[in-house]
Each structure stands twice: as structure tokens, then as C-alpha cells.
């Protein structure tokens, strides 16, 4: 896919599948900015994405969870090129390992920001510039928790279900200004959290994939690739999931009796 002249966001970038994401955006010929919360992890990250394809990638470091940083970014956006083609709204805040009925408020607040209102401020300032120049792509990463809870992360599981929720109220409302909204729904991504994992563990986890094995940041990032793409032209307000097939089945082989 040919991204030549697109301006393309990518938030939490500075690694994982955001980082390949950005860089798979680089190397189709897109300019590219790239946000993650630590300035100093975001301008390496944009130095290794220029380096490995030759593209001037713009870092943005900022707090989503600040309302004035969401903004200040976008400034940023707009006095570098004054437009923006496609959003990827990809950074996220776990929680992992606090229980429903322990979670602190500050830990619920913080991914209740991160998460959804950083999603939604972040769409609103794209949608604003996408308006204005008549059209554009937004592309939301959801997660399969949306539909099928898992223990200790509740607040995760409601963002990600209220994400799905904000992407069809989105892609009705932006689609008559030639905006399209869609959801990537990742499964297992083999991250650097993957790094502190036992090969017991990592073999465990591959037994509940159908397809046996875990998906890639490149995996994720052809799904929003392609959702970004002209051959993605009249899909809006659509969930693509990426997950090996662990949504489809009622338990894992394993378990069949």
C-alpha cells in the first residue's frame, strides 16, 4: 500500500505494535508523527523510524491524559504540515492485577484517561482538522475484552468496550464528512511484556490460539494498514479482529471433551 502524501499520528508509539504501526506508515511513503509520554523513549523511537526507512518522523511527546497536552500536540500537527490524514489511536493504560472490588481510584482514573478520553480528545481534535480539509481516517485500537471480560482488569475491559461504542457513534457522525471510524480488535501481541514470560508460559498462552501461535506488531499493523487504505474506502464503523481466532471458540482445544 502506497501511503505517498499522507500525514499520519500514531499515539503511543515509542514501542510495540504503535512502533510498527508508525514504522509500516514510514516505510509506505507517509509523513509521520509518533506520541508516547516519555519524551526521551519517543525521540528515540522516531530516530529509529527514520533511520530504517528514511522518512522525517516527527515526535510528539505528550500526557494523554492532559487536555493541554492533547492539544499542545495537535498544534504541533498543525503548524508542521496543517492537515492530518489518518489518527491511529493506539496508546493504552492496562491495570494490570487489581481486583474490581480493590481498585484504586487514582489506578481507574488514570486508565479511564488514557484509554477512553484520550481516544475520544484525540479523535475530536483529527476529526476538527479532518473536517476542514475533507476527509480522513481514524483508526481505534479496541481489544476482545470489550466482549469477553478477563479477571483483574476490569476498568480496561469497560474502556475498551466503550471504545467500540465511541467508533460506530464516530463513523456515524463523521461519515458525512467523508471520515471513516473503524476498531482493530488485537488477541494475544507478542510484546516486551513477553520478555519476563517462562517458555512454559508463552507456550500456554499459544495453546488458546487456534492458529497456534501469537500475532506480531506487523500482524496489527497491516489490519490498520489496510483500514487506513484506499482499498478500505467504504468500510467505516467496523470491528477487524486480529486474534488468531481465540474469539471464535467457546474453550480451547485442551478443554474439549
Same mark, same amino acid.
Given at each position: 500500500?502506497?501511503?505517498?502524501?499522507?500525514?499520519?499520528?500514531?499515539?503511543?508509539?515509542?514501542?510495540?505494535?504503535?512502533?510498527?504501526?508508525?514504522?509500516?506508515?514510514?516505510?509506505?511513503?507517509?509523513?509521520?508523527?509518533?506520541?508516547?509520554?516519555?519524551?526521551?523513549?519517543?525521540?528515540?523511537?522516531?530516530?529509529?523510524?527514520?533511520?530504517?526507512?528514511?522518512?522525517?518522523?516527527?515526535?510528539?511527546?505528550?500526557?494523554?491524559?492532559?487536555?493541554?497536552? *492533547?492539544?499542545?500536540?495537535?498544534?504541533?500537527?498543525?503548524?508542521?504540515?496543517?492537515?492530518?490524514? *489518518?489518527?491511529?489511536?493506539?496508546?493504552?493504560?492496562?491495570? *494490570?492485577?487489581?481486583?474490581?472490588?480493590?481498585?484504586?481510584?487514582?489506578?481507574? @482514573?488514570?486508565?479511564?484517561?488514557?484509554?477512553?478520553?484520550?481516544?475520544?480528545?484525540?479523535?475530536?481534535?483529527?476529526?476538527?482538522?479532518?473536517?476542514?480539509?475533507?476527509?480522513?481516517?481514524?483508526?481505534?485500537?479496541?481489544?476482545?475484552?470489550?466482549?469477553?471480560?478477563?479477571?483483574?482488569?476490569?476498568?480496561?475491559?469497560?474502556?475498551?468496550?466503550?471504545?467500540?461504542?465511541?467508533?460506530?457513534?464516530?463513523?456515524? @457522525?463523521?461519515?458525512?464528512?467523508?471520515?471513516?471510524?473503524?476498531?482493530?480488535?488485537?488477541?494475544?501481541?507478542?510484546?516486551?511484556?513477553?520478555?519476563?514470560?517462562?517458555?512454559?508460559?508463552?507456550?500456554?498462552?499459544?495453546?488458546?490460539?487456534?492458529?497456534?501461535?501469537?500475532?506480531?506488531?506487523?500482524?496489527?499493523?497491516?489490519?490498520? &494498514?489496510? &483500514?487506513?487504505?484506499?482499498?478500505?474506502?467504504?468500510?467505516?464503523?467496523?470491528?477487524?479482529?486480529?486474534?488468531?481466532?481465540?474469539?471464535?471458540?467457546?474453550?480451547?482445544?485442551?478443554?474439549?471433551?
Amino acid at each position: 500500500m502506497n501511503f505517498q502524501g499522507k500525514h499520519v499520528l500514531v499515539t503511543g508509539a515509542a514501542a510495540n505494535s504503535g512502533f510498527a504501526i508508525a514504522r509500516r506508515f514510514a516505510a509506505a511513503g507517509a509523513q509521520v508523527a509518533i506520541n508516547d509520554i516519555d519524551p526521551d523513549a519517543t525521540v528515540r523511537a522516531a530516530a529509529e523510524i527514520s533511520e530504517a526507512t528514511g522518512a522525517d518522523v516527527l515526535a510528539l511527546p505528550a500526557d494523554l491524559t492532559k487536555r493541554e497536552g *492533547i492539544a499542545g500536540m495537535f498544534q504541533q500537527v498543525r503548524d508542521k504540515w496543517g492537515r492530518l490524514d *489518518i489518527l491511529v489511536n493506539n496508546a493504552v493504560q492496562h491495570a *494490570i492485577g487489581h481486583s474490581f472490588a480493590d481498585m484504586p481510584f487514582e489506578v481507574m @482514573e488514570n486508565v479511564v484517561r488514557v484509554n477512553l478520553m484520550g481516544t475520544f480528545l484525540c479523535g475530536q481534535e483529527a476529526a476538527r482538522l479532518m473536517i476542514a480539509q475533507g476527509g480522513g481516517a481514524i483508526i481505534n485500537l479496541g481489544s476482545n475484552t470489550a466482549q469477553r471480560a478477563i479477571r483483574n482488569r476490569s476498568i480496561y475491559c469497560a474502556t475498551k468496550g466503550a471504545i467500540e461504542a465511541l467508533t460506530r457513534a464516530m463513523a456515524l @457522525e463523521l461519515g458525512g464528512h467523508n471520515i471513516r471510524v473503524n476498531t482493530v480488535v488485537p488477541g494475544y501481541i507478542r510484546t516486551n511484556r513477553w520478555d519476563h514470560i517462562t517458555p512454559e508460559t508463552a507456550a500456554q498462552r499459544r495453546a488458546i490460539v487456534p492458529i497456534g501461535w501469537e500475532s506480531t506488531g506487523d500482524d496489527i499493523a497491516d489490519s490498520v &494498514l489496510f &483500514l487506513a487504505s484506499e482499498q478500505a474506502r467504504r468500510i467505516t464503523g467496523s470491528r477487524l479482529v486480529v486474534d488468531g481466532g481465540c474469539s471464535v471458540q467457546l474453550v480451547p482445544q485442551a478443554l474439549e471433551t
